[in-house]
C-alpha cells in the first residue's frame, strides 16, 4: 500500500509516527478571491495544494501534507464578486497557531507553500512568529518562485514586466494543466496598466522595486493582470514538474537542515 501522507487521515499514533519519522508539515495556503472572468476563485488553492500533493505523494518517507488553508490577504480585489478577504492580523494569528500547535506535537520542521502573492509578507511574518515561539523552524516558499528563469526564459510569450502577474499567461497555463475543466478560455482577456511604470508594476517573475498595492479594479477591467491569451496546458505542465522539483528539494533541504542551538551572550 502507498504510504500515507494527508495530515488529516492520520490517527493520533500515526501523527506520533510521523514525528518521530522526522517528516517535514507542508500547509499549502491560497485565497478565494476574483481571477478574472476566466479562472475560478479557488486559483491559488489549486496551485498552492495540488504542487504541494504531488511533491508530498513523491516522498511520503519524507514529509505529509496539511490540508490547505484557502481564505486569504486580498481585500484589494473587494471589488470584484467573490472575494472573501481576511484581516492581515486575523490571517497572520491563524497560520501561526496552525504552526504553533504542529510544533506543540513535534513536528520540527515545517514549510508554507503559498499560492497567493499578496499572501506574501503575512506568511512570512507567521513563519517568523512560529520560528521564534516554538522549538520548530517555519519556512515559506511561493510556488513561481521555483520556476527555473531559464524555463521562463524559453516559455513566456507575455511582455515582462505584467505580462505574468494576476490571471496571467502563467497562473492560467498551471490551471489549465492542473484542472483544464475550470478554465474558460473564450473569456480570458489580455489586461494590462496602459500606462508603463518603472518603479510600479507586478509580476510574478520578480518584483518591482517598489512595493505597492492599490485596489486592483483602480487599473484593471476585468479583474486579470496580465496576458493569459499566452497560455497553455502544455507550458502549464512543464512549469508545473519543474515547480514539483524543486518544491521536492526544498522540502528536502529543510528537512536535513540542522536546528543550532541558541546562545544567549547576555
Ligand atoms: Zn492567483
Redesign the pocket.
Known amino acids: 500500500m502507498a504510504r500515507k501522507y494527508r495530515y488529516e487521515e492520520f490517527t493520533w499514533p500515526e501523527i506520533r509516527e510521523a514525528v518521530a519519522g522526522r517528516r517535514v508539515a507542508v500547509l499549502p495556503v491560497g485565497t478565494i478571491e476574483q ?1 478574472g472572468p476566466h479562472l475560478p476563485l479557488l ?2 488553492v489549486i496551485t498552492a495544494t495540488e504542487m504541494s500533493r504531488r511533491a508530498v505523494e513523491q516522498i511520503a518517507e519524507e514529509a505529509v501534507l496539511l490540508p490547505s488553508v484557502q481564505y486569504a490577504f486580498n481585500e484589494h480585489h473587494l471589488d470584484f464578486p467573490g472575494t472573501i478577504a481576511v484581516q492581515g492580523p486575523t490571517f497572520i494569528n491563524y497560520i501561526t497557531d496552525i504552526g504553533q500547535s504542529l510544533a506543540h506535537h513535534g513536528f520540527k520542521k515545517i514549510l508554507l507553500v503559498n ?2 502573492g499578496r499572501n506574501v509578507p503575512f506568511l512570512d511574518i507567521a513563519a517568523r512568529n512560529i520560528t521564534n515561539h516554538s522549538d520548530a523552524i517555519c519556512a515559506m516558499v511561493s510556488w513561481w518562485s521555483l520556476v527555473p528563469k531559464l524555463l521562463l526564459n524559453e516559455l513566456r510569450e507575455s511582455e515582462y514586466p505584467g505580462g505574468m502577474a ?1 490571471g496571467c499567461e502563467l ?1 492560467t497555463s498551471v490551471l489549465l494543466y492542473l484542472c483544464g475543466q475550470l478554465v474558460q478560455m473564450d473569456k480570458a482577456e489580455k489586461d494590462m496598466p496602459v500606462k508603463k511604470s518603472e518603479y510600479f508594476y507586478w509580476d510574478l517573475q520578480a518584483p518591482s522595486p517598489v512595493f505597492f498595492q492599490e485596489f486592483f479594479s483602480r487599473y484593471s477591467r476585468t479583474g486579470t493582470t496580465g496576458d493569459p491569451t499566452k497560455a497553455t496546458a502544455e507550458k502549464g505542465r512543464r512549469f508545473t514538474e519543474a515547480v514539483i522539483e524543486n518544491l521536492i528539494k526544498v522540502i528536502r533541504e529543510l528537512r536535513a537542515r540542522e536546528i543550532a542551538p541558541r546562545r544567549d551572550h547576555h
Open positions: 481571477h486559483t491559488d499560492g497567493h494576476h497562473e
